[in-house]
C-alpha cells in the first residue's frame, strides 16, 4: 500500500497544501516560484532566489519561515562579515580557563542567507561545508546542525555594483535557482493594496512542525521514478554536457539533484510516482546555474545558459 493512501500520508499531505496556502497568501501571483521553494523543502536541498531588488525575493524566504514552527534565523551578509560571523567563535571562559563555543547563526532549521553576494567569496564559503554537511568544523570539533536544515539564499544580478560572483562549487549546492520576475498589473494592484506595509506577512501563523517536515521529506524519498524517465533524465545531463556552447555541464550532483526535485515535484501533486513534466519543468531550475557556458568564460554573460537548456529540452526526446 502507497504511503500516500495511508491515514499519516493524508494528513501531511494536507498540511503540505496548507503550507503552500499560507506562503500564497502574502506572496501573491507567482504560484510556480512558491511550488519551487516548497520543492527545495520537500527534496532537503538549498534554494538560491536571484532577482532585481523589490520583486520580493526575501518576502518569499520570510514567508516560508514564518509557515513553519522551527528556527529561523537570517543572516544579512555584507563586505566587512566574517566566516566567524555565521558560524560562530570560542569565547574565552574565566571562571573554567577554557574556550567556550558559541554557535552563530548557522544552527537554525531554515536559514535567510540575505543578499549573500554582497559578502566576501571567503564568507560565502564559510556556508559550503554546512549546506553539504549538516555540519560545522570549528575549532578542532565538529558540530552538527539539527534537520530540518535549509538555507534559503537571496540575491541581485551580478552586474549590480557592489556584488561578488558566487564560486561555481557554492552554486553547485543550491538544488534549484528562482527567478520570480515582475508580478502582472492585476497582482500588482493586489499587492499596492493589501500589503502597503507587510501586515500580512507579519501576521502568518505557523502550520507544520519538524516533524510534519521530516515526514513528508520521508514521503518525497519514496516516490517511484520508471526506468523510461531515469534514462530521459541522463540524457538531459548528457545533452549539456555534450553541447558546443557549454565548457561545462552538468555534474552527477546535479543530475541527483533534478532526481530529488522531480520526486518532490511528484508528491507536490499528491502522487506517488514521476511523469515526464516532474522532471522536464525543473531543467532550467536546477541546471541553469551549475553549467558553465563558454560566452561566460570571455565576457560574464550568463543569460544565454536558460535558452540554450530549452532548446536541449526541445530536442531530447520525451518518454512516452
Not at 548528457?238 to 515535484?265: N, Q, W, Y
Request: aromatic letters at 6%; one cysteine or more; glycine letters at 6%.
Amino acid at each position: 500500500m502507497s504511503a500516500l493512501s495511508t491515514a499519516e500520508g493524508t494528513r501531511l499531505l494536507e498540511k503540505l497544501e496548507r503550507l503552500r496556502e499560507n506562503i500564497a497568501s502574502v506572496f501573491i501571483g507567482k504560484p510556480d516560484a512558491v511550488s519551487q521553494m516548497l520543492i527545495g523543502l520537500l527534496a532537503r536541498g538549498h534554494v538560491l532566489i536571484e532577482d532585481v531588488p523589490g520583486v520580493g525575493k526575501t518576502v518569499l524566504a520570510r514567508a516560508m519561515a514564518r509557515s513553519l514552527d522551527c528556527r529561523f534565523a537570517r543572516i544579512q551578509l555584507t563586505p566587512d562579515m566574517l566566516p566567524s560571523d555565521i558560524l560562530g567563535v570560542s569565547v574565552y571562559n574565566d571562571k573554567t580557563g577554557l574556550f567556550d563555543y558559541k554557535p552563530g547563526p548557522i544552527f537554525a532549521n531554515i536559514v535567510l542567507a540575505d543578499e549573500i553576494n554582497r559578502t566576501t567569496p571567503r564568507t560565502q564559503s564559510a556556508l559550503l561545508e554546512a549546506m553539504n554537511d549538516t555540519q560545522v568544523s570549528v575549532d578542532g570539533r565538529v558540530v552538527p546542525i539539527e534537520p530540518p536544515f535549509m538555507v534559503i539564499a537571496t540575491q541581485n544580478p551580478f552586474e549590480f555594483e557592489g556584488t561578488y560572483l558566487l564560486p561555481e562549487n557554492q552554486l553547485d549546492r543550491f538544488i534549484l535557482r528562482i527567478r520570480i520576475g515582475y508580478p502582472s498589473r492585476e497582482d500588482e494592484r493586489l499587492i499596492l493594496i493589501e500589503q502597503p506595509d507587510r501586515a500580512p506577512l507579519e501576521a502568518l501563523r505557523p502550520v507544520m512542525d519538524a516533524t510534519d517536515v521530516a515526514g513528508v521529506q520521508a514521503l518525497a524519498d519514496d516516490v517511484q521514478i520508471d526506468d523510461a524517465l531515469m534514462d530521459y533524465l541522463q540524457d538531459i545531463v548528457e545533452a549539456t554536457r555534450r553541447h558546443d556552447a557549454f565548457e561545462i555541464g552538468v555534474s552527477p550532483r546535479g543530475a541527483m539533484s533534478l532526481l530529488k526535485a522531480a520526486r518532490a515535484s511528484a508528491l507536490l501533486g499528491g502522487r506517488d510516482y514521476t511523469i515526464p513534466d516532474d522532471v522536464k519543468e525543473l531543467v532550467p531550475a536546477v541546471f541553469s546555474h551549475r553549467v558553465v557556458s563558454k560566452s561566460y568564460l570571455h565576457d560574464g554573460h550568463t543569460a544565454s545558459n536558460d535558452q540554450i537548456i530549452r532548446e536541449i529540452l526541445e530536442q531530447v526526446p520525451v518518454p512516452t
